[in-house]
């Protein structure tokens, strides 16, 4: 597997402010990596950094040629007052493809339109985005990624505020994206639980530490133990890991503070 | 009543020109949440006159305090262009407390200057404009200004729309958001500088606004959001400058009260519909 984005060394923030450093690792082709943790500990600054918008401060980050992202944002940083339909969404994905100043033509409807029944969603192409559900909404924003043709598909908090039954569904949908079309994918999260259970690497992110690996070498004890600076347990139910913070004993907890 | 609107037939047109220019870079103005940019650059504007005829009056009389349109023009550019660089919201102010100081500041000092202006007009000429003095060559020169910017926002359409809607997402297709920003700020400050000369800081504002929320109320697509925005600013241009001459009403006012009305029409028709 060929490496897509490299960092050798790579120290990230904002001005002089240092938020991550030290970081060495590479996503290749064909990867499906879960970027977790914790709000704020800078999950973002390395999506920002392999994504290209933010420069590293130190050491070398590396992209191979003609690397193509398709960026689903976070539900919210997207405005719903704007009058859109779900079409007229998704080409945007395909904009700058169109080129400066010109209009999207009929093979960029039917790309969109492949896009939407790729992600089960066709019958609402003409529905307004703002009329939609959470989740449909998120299909959107994903056929929106896709129609572009990315080498790698980045999800920024795809299942942040759904129930249940759409974060199963969403969640199953982009590894489907993955096993189907051998599609990379970098899933951020800060829901261990969830991303655990679909991706097959982890990179977590944790109070300015990082730590990259299979989701066997992450989901252990020691190692999340160690990056959340709480002991945890990590159990198996099913096929399916979950990580708890230990329950402390009473009186325990009191004497640890 | 025909015979008194056609005597002042050209300001009619010049305050069409007025109207489709500011309803169509409102419907951005209003998606974007920034409707108190486009107060703050009216202000910007007003205080550029008043500071080229406070320096004129004190016998300062480069090219620019002979043409109070060109200090507006400046001063409005310079704040565009702030507000543009600004816009991200990611310094220490935010970004809407930013633009209230420059809304405050530029009031305040626009009235100081014509008040210690020689050839000063009353202040509220400012506020309210003085619509009816458009010339046939003011609404030549509104058009040279108004026609050439619509274009380029009918060109950019897709890439205006995408840097407002999505910034994250189009910074990751390539797009320079900073720079379509900056465009899109320039484009509406060199709007609001010309159309203030003539309409006031209220009736631009009202341009940039009412038109822009009737259309949002009433489309179900972008196209029809600028349709119905540029459609109710025509409108309520015409009825209110019509009943205005033969009424003797202070005509941007009027212009006002019936862009309010239509909103509340649209918004009534929203509920109807449900």
């Known amino acids: 597997m060929s490496a897509l984005v490299t960092f050798d060394g790579v120290a990230l923030g904002y001005g002089r402010r240092t938020v991550l450093s030290d970081l060495s690792f590479a996503v290749s082709e064909g990867d499906f990596l879960g970027l977790v943790g914790p709000n704020g500990a800078g999950k973002t600054t390395v999506l920002r950094a392999i994504l290209g918008s933010l420069p590293p401060q130190r050491g070398t980050l590396t992209r191979a040629p003609r690397l193509r992202f398709g960026y689903v944002p976070q539900r919210d940083q997207v405005d719903y007052s704007f009058p859109l339909k779900v079409l007229d969404v998704v080409l945007m994905g395909r904009y700058d493809r169109i080129g400066l100043a010109r209009r999207p033509g009929k093979d960029d409807r039917d790309r969109a339109m492949a896009a939407l029944e790729h992600v089960g969603i066709p019958e609402l192409a003409g529905r307004q985005l703002k009329d939609l559900s959470g989740g449909q909404k998120q299909r959107t924003l994903i056929a929106r990624a896709l129609v572009g043709e990315p080498n790698v598909l980045v999800l920024d908090e795809p299942t942040n505020g759904m129930d249940l039954v759409s974060t199963t569904q969403i969640l199953g949908l982009v590894r489907e994206l993955h096993e189907r079309d051998r599609l990379t994918v970098i899933m951020v999260s800060h829901a261990l639980n969830e991303v655990a259970n679909y991706v097959e690497r982890i990179a977590l992110v944790v109070g300015g530490g990082f730590r990259i690996g299979s989701v066997d070498e992450i989901m252990t004890v020691p190692v999340l133990s160690e990056m959340y600076g709480i002991p945890v347990e990590v159990d198996s139910f099913n096929g399916h890991r979950i990580v708890l913070a230990r329950r402390f004993a009473p009186g325990e907890e009191a004497s640890r503070a | ?274």
């Open chain 2, 1 to 274: 009543m025909l015979d008194a609107v056609l005597l002042f037939r050209h300001a009619l047109y010049g305050a069409l020109v007025i109207a489709v220019a500011c309803s169509v870079l409102g419907v951005y103005v209003v998606l974007r949440r920034i409707v108190f940019v486009g107060a703050a650059l009216a202000q910007l504007s007003s205080a550029g006159i008043a500071l080229a005829m406070f320096l004129s009056g004190i016998g300062v009389a480069s090219g620019l305090t002979g043409h109070p349109v060109a200090m507006a023009l400046v001063v409005t550019l310079a704040g565009a262009l702030f507000f543009g660089v600004e816009g991200g919201g990611r310094g220490p102010v935010p970004p809407d407390a930013t633009i209230g100081v420059a809304y405050a500041v530029a009031a305040a000092a626009g009235i100081l200057l014509i008040a210690k202006a020689r050839s000063g007009e009353a202040h509220d000429i400012f506020l309210q404009g003085n619509i009816l003095s458009i010339t046939l060559k003011d609404t030549l020169v509104l058009l040279a200004v108004s026609v050439p910017v619509l274009l380029v926002h009918l060109l950019f359409y897709k890439e205006f729309l995408f840097v407002s809607f999505d910034r994250e997402t189009a910074r990751t297709l390539g797009y320079r958001v900073g720079a379509w920003n900056l465009f899109l700020y320039l484009t509406l400050g060199l709007v609001i500088a010309f159309a203030m000369q003539f309409a006031g800081v209220m009736l631009v504002f009202n341009f940039l606004v009412l038109p822009a929320v009737t259309g949002l109320l009433l489309a179900r697509g972008m196209g029809g959001v600028f349709f119905w925005s540029v459609a109710s600013a025509v409108v309520a241009a015409v009825i209110g400058f019509t009943l205005s001459v033969p009424f003797d009403l202070p005509t941007g006012p009027a212009i006002i009260c019936i862009s309010g009305a239509l909103a509340l029409l649209a918004w009534g028709v929203r509920r109807l519909r449900g």
